[in-house]
C-alpha cells in the first residue's frame, strides 16, 4: 500500500535526521535555551525580513491554535474563522476548553473575504445591544487552507487592512504554510505572510520535520508574555533544542523551500492526470492536497493499491477524497499513481 | 562546564536514536494508530502486570498532568496535592486554566500522607455548608517527588485505600518513577504501581527518551473517552509512533530500569560524598535529585566547574542547590564530582 | 408610550408583593434554607406530579443555564441547540465561556426535531475519528422557543426518547413556559414537561416574578452535588427567601397559570388583529411573543404609540418586529392596539 | 430564637420597600436602561466624588467578584488575595472556574499588607524562570475583611500606591463596606475608597437592600467592555430597574451611610459588653461582626436563646463564634443580648 492519505506518515528529512545524531550527547540548557534554538530563530527572522519578530517554537498545530489564540482574546471575545476551519472541525473543541467560542463564517472554499470578516464584525460590533454577543477579537485564517485552497497577495492584504481597521489581529495557520509558499499557482513569499499578519506559524510537521511548528509574531501586543502561555497550555518542551536543531536544517540553505516545492510540484502532477481523465474535485486547490471526486468503481480501483482519504459521500453516490503529497512523497509513486489513474 | 541541573540535558538513549533513524521513511498511519504504538503498549502493560490497563503516550509533563486531571475532574471539583507538587510550583495555572482549584495541604518533604488526605477530604465534605468549597475529586501525588523523596510501598498502599475508601482516583506523576524504583532504597516496582493507583504515567522524558510519558490508566472511569482528552488539550502527536518507538526501545530488555538504575546509582554516590564531608541536605533524597546546603564558598566553588540548579538562599547566608543525574550522566563526570566534592 | 418590546416591563403580581412586604421583617435563614423556599419547592414538585423531583431556584435564565449545563458536561463534551438558541444567540458566550461548545443545528422555526438531534447526535459518534470532534452531551431545547413556536406533545417525547436511546440528558430552558403552556394551542401539561425531560426551568422572571427561575430535576445523575454549580457560578442568593416567597405565592391557588393564560390569550388576540388586516408573520407562533412583519409605513405608525422590538430588515424593505404580551399586559391596551392595527 | 448569624436574615429597610411598591406597575426598559438606575448611578458617582466612575450593579457579590476579575486578567495572570480571603475560602473555586488562580499571602488577620504584595508581586516577576508561575494580575482585598478587621486610610493607601508601582489593579470588596466605614474606629471615607482603587463595590445585600452591590470602576481599562462580562457571567438583571430602586433610595439623605452607623454602633455595644467581662476575641473587629471565644458552657448558654454563626473549636476546646448586627439589628435586642452576656 502507498500512502497519500496524509503529509505526516513518515518520519522526517534526512538533514534533520543526521543532525539529532550528531547533536544528541551534547549538553545544553532547556526549554529552548539553547545556541541551536537561536540560530534556527535567527534564520526564519531572515527569511521573513522581519528582525523584529519574536520565534517560539511549540510541538504541535493544535498546541499552537490554542496558544495564540488564548493569549490574545480577553473572556468576552471570540475568533472569527472559516466554518471549515481547523479550529471548528478538527480538535475536539479546544478553543471552547479555553473559554472562547469560535465565530464562523465563509464560503465552501474554506478561505474568507475581507468582506465577510468586515460583515460579521461589524454586525456583532453596531448592535445597540453589543454586549448580549461574543466580541469578535481576532481573525483566524489557514493558508493554504484545510481544502488546499490558497489566497491569494491582494487577498490577504485586503483581509490585514480590515483586521488592522478594526483593530483586531491577524493570526494565519500555516500548518501547510511551505506547500502554499511554493505552490507554482502562488504569488506569495514567506515576507508576504510576515508583513500581512500579527502572528503566524510556520508548519513543520507536515513539512519536513519529525513535528514543530514555528510560531512568528511581529504584533508587540501579542509578543508579549507569550511564554507564559506556551507553559500553561503544556508546550514548553524540556529539550526544546529538538525544535531549535529541526527548524535550525530546514532554514539552512533553502531546505524549507525546496521540499515543500517538490510536494507541491507533485500534487499539481496528480490535479493534471485527473483533469486529463476529466475527473472533476471538490475543491479547486493547487497546494498538496487535492479533492477528486470518484465514482465508486475509481475509488474501489485506486484504493486496491493506495490509501486516501475519505472524504464523504455526494448526494449522487460519488466520492471525495483527499490525496496529499508531502516533503517524503517518492517521484516514482506519483509516477505509478498517474498511470493507474490514467487506466481507471 | 560539566552539566548536573537537570535531567534533560542530553537528546536519548542511543537505541532510541537507532530505531527512529531504521524506521524514518517507513509510512505509517498517524496518531498512534501504527504498530510501534501497539507493541509499546503491549510491553508496558506487561511490565505493569495489567493486561487490563489502557495506555497513551504524550509528549510532555504538564501536558500529560493537564489532560488526566481535566478527563477526571467536573467543574465542581478540585485536585488534592502536595503544596510542593509540580502542578502547583512549576506550570503556570494551567490546572486553574481548565477551571480547577489545586487543593493544597502536606508537609516540607514533598509527599502527602493518607492521613492528610483523609483530612482535608473530609474537612471539605464533612462540612454543613460543603458546597461553599471546592469537592475534593482526586489526589496527585509524584513519585518520587519534586524533593527527590520517595514514597514506601506501605505508604502508597495506605494513601490508595483512603482514596478508595472516599471514591476518589488517585494518580501518580511519574515524570521520574524509574529514578524512584530503581533507587537502592526502594522497596517498590512498577507492578505495585500500577495496583495501587486509578492512573500514572512512567516518565520517558527524563529517563532516555527524547520526549514521551506513558499514562497508564487502569480505571475503568478514567479510561473512558480519554482521547478526546488528549486531542482537546492539543497533545495527539500527529506522529505518533515517534513515541511508540521510543517506549518500545525503553521496554526491550530492561532497558528503562537499567539507564534509571545508572542514574539513581550515581546519586547516591553524590550523596554520599557530600554526607562524608559533612554537607547537610535540604531533602532527604534517594532519588536522581540531591539537594546538598552549601556556604556560599563551597556555592562558588562548584558552579566554577559544575551548572546545577539554584534553589534559594537560607536564612544564615547557606545556598540550597540541586545536583541531578540521569540515564545519560557518565561515570567519569560524577567521580570528577566527588573528588571535588572532597577538596571542598 | 406603551409597551410591547419585552414580557419585563414591570415588576411582580401584587399577590407577590404584598407577601414580600408582610414577610419583610422576619428573621430567616440564608441560601434556600428557609420555610418559603420549602413550600415552593413542594408545591412546585406537586404540580408537576414529581414528589422524586429537586427544585432549585435561580435568580435569572442566562444563570440558570450557564448552572445546569455546566453542570452535565464533562470537558470534551458539548451541548446540542438550535442555532437560534438562546444560549447561542443572547448570552455573550456564557456557556463557552464554561468551557463547552454549542453544537448547533436546525431550521428557522426555532425548534429541533428528534431526527435532526439524531443526525447530529450519530455523525459526531459514527466518526471513526470521532475524538476529534466535541462529544455531544446534553440537549437544549426551549418551550416556547426564542420565536414563539412551540413543541407539541408528541415532538417532545420523541425527542426524549432520541435522547434516553442515546443516553444524553434533555434540557428545557421554560424562561416562558407558562406563556407556552397556557396557549390555546398548547397540547402539553407542566406535567409532560416534567416527564419528558431530565431538567427544565419554570421561568418567573417573564411570569409574574421580580426575577427568579424554578430549576426542576428529575434525573438522579444531575441531581448531585447541583448546589455545588450554584454556588460557583454566583448563583446562591444570600437572601434565598425572596426566591422561596415568589414561586410559592405563583404556585399557590394555580396564579403561575392564569397569569400566564392571561398574556396567551391577548397575544392571540393581537394575532388575529394582523391575520385579519392580511398582514403575515416572520414565525408561526402561538406563544406571548408575536413576530408580525411590517412595511415601513406600518412600522412608523405602530411605534408612534407603542415599543416593540425591532428584530431586522427583510430583503424587500419589510420589517419584523416583535410584540410580546405578559403577565401585566393590560386589556385595555391590547384593545387599543387592535384598534391601531385595524387602522393601519 | 434571636438571629445574629449572618448580616442577611431580613428583607430590606422600608423605604426601599415602599419604592418598590410604588413603582411596581411601573413600565421600563429592561437590563438597567431606565430612569432609577440612572439616578442611582448619578448619585453614586457624586458620593464618591467621582464624575468620572462607571457605576454597574449586579445581584450578590460572588457574581461581583467573579465578573470583576475576569474582566481583569488574562488567561496566564492570576489574583492576589489573602488566604482568608472570600473568593478563597466561600466561592466554591468560582474564580479558578474562569481559569484563574487565586494567589495567596497573608496572616491571621485577613488584611494583606502592602509589602506583602510586594513580596509576592516581586517573587513571582523577578524568577529567571517567571514564565513558570501564574503571572499577577491584580490584587483583591475586602474592607472590611472577612474577620470584621478594618485597613486604615494609610494602610489603603500604602497598598495601592504599591499596585500602582508594579501597574497591577486593585480591587476592594465591599461587600461590607458601610459597616467598615461608618465604624466609629473607622478613618476612611466612601472617596477615600474610590480615590485608592481600580475598582471596588458597594455591597447592597448586607446593607438594607434585598439583593444587590453596586460595582464602582475609575480605571479606564477596567471600565472598557465591562457589559460583556456581567452578561457573560449571568450577572444582567432583565428587570434591572430593581436594582437601580433600592441604590436609588439607599443613597438618598445618606440612609446608606444612616443604616451602616446602627449596625456599627451596635456591634461595637456587644463587644464591649465581652470584653467587660473579660472575655476574648480571635480577631479584633471594630466593624459589624465580633468574633468572641466562648467556653463551651458559654456557648452553650447563649445559642439557647441567640442562633450565632459557629466558626470552629480551638485546640483548648473553646468555641469561636461570629455575632453580626446589620442595618435591621433591633436595639432591643442587643440590649438583651448584653444583659445575658454580663449574665454568663
Not at 540560530?39 to 496558544?67: E, M, W, Y
Not at 507533485?266 to 472533476?280: C, R, S, T, V, W
Amino acid at each position: 500500500m502507498i500512502r497519500f492519505e496524509c503529509d505526516y506518515t513518515e518520519g522526517a528529512h534526512e538533514n534533520i535526521i543526521k543532525k539529532l545524531v550528531e547533536t544528541n550527547f551534547e549538553q545544553t540548557a532547556g526549554y529552548g535555551n539553547d545556541p541551536y534554538t537561536e540560530s534556527a530563530k535567527a534564520k526564519i527572522r531572515k527569511a521573513c525580513n522581519r528582525p523584529d519578530a519574536d520565534v517560539h517554537f511549540l510541538v504541535g498545530g493544535t498546541q499552537a491554535n490554542i496558544t495564540v489564540i488564548a493569549s490574545i482574546l480577553k473572556h468576552h471575545q471570540g475568533v472569527i474563522s472559516a466554518h471549515t476551519g481547523h479550529i471548528q472541525e478538527h480538535e475536539t473543541g479546544a478553543i471552547e476548553a479555553t473559554g472562547h467560542r469560535i465565530i464562523t463564517t465563509g464560503n465552501d472554499d474554506g478561505k474568507l473575504t475581507a468582506q465577510q470578516i468586515i460583515d460579521i464584525y461589524d454586525s456583532h460590533m453596531n448592535d445597540s445591544i453589543r454586549e448580549f454577543y461574543v466580541q469578535p477579537g481576532m481573525v483566524y485564517i489557514s493558508h493554504p487552507t484545510e481544502n488546499g485552497t490558497m489566497y491569494t497577495k491582494k487577498e490577504i492584504e485586503d483581509i490585514y487592512a480590515a483586521c488592522k481597521e478594526r483593530n483586531i489581529p491577524l493570526f494565519i495557520d500555516g500548518a501547510r504554510l511551505g506547500y502554499g509558499l511554493m505552490s507554482p499557482k502562488s504569488d506569495m513569499t514567506l515576507e508576504d505572510i510576515a508583513n500581512n499578519s500579527d502572528v503566524f506559524y510556520i508548519g513543520g510537521t507536515k513539512v519536513g520535520a519529525l513535528f514543530g511548528e514555528a510560531v512568528v509574531i511581529t504584533n508587540e501586543a501579542v509578543k508579549k508574555d507569550f511564554r507564559y502561555h506556551i507553559k500553561q497550555r503544556g508546550g514548553l518542551l524540556a529539550k526544546g533544542r529538538l525544535l531549535g536543531i529541526q527548524f535550525d536544517v530546514l532554514f539552512e540553505d533553502n531546505l524549507y523551500f525546496e521540499v515543500s516545492k517538490h510536494a507541491a510540484t507533485l500534487a499539481l502532477d496528480i490535479k493534471n492526470a485527473f483533469l486529463e481523465k476529466g475527473i472533476p474535485f471538490r475543491y479547486d486547490s493547487d497546494s498538496n492536497q487535492q479533492f477528486p471526486i470518484l465514482t465508486k468503481e475509481q475509488y474501489e480501483t485506486i484504493t486496491e493499491k493506495y490509501s486516501v482519504s475519505y472524504n464523504g459521500e455526494l448526494p449522487d453516490g460519488r466520492v471525495v477524497v483527499r490525496f496529499c503529497t508531502s516533503w517524503a512523497t517518492k517521484e516514482e509513486d506519483v509516477k505509478a499513481l498517474i498511470e493507474d489513474i490514467k487506466a481507471l
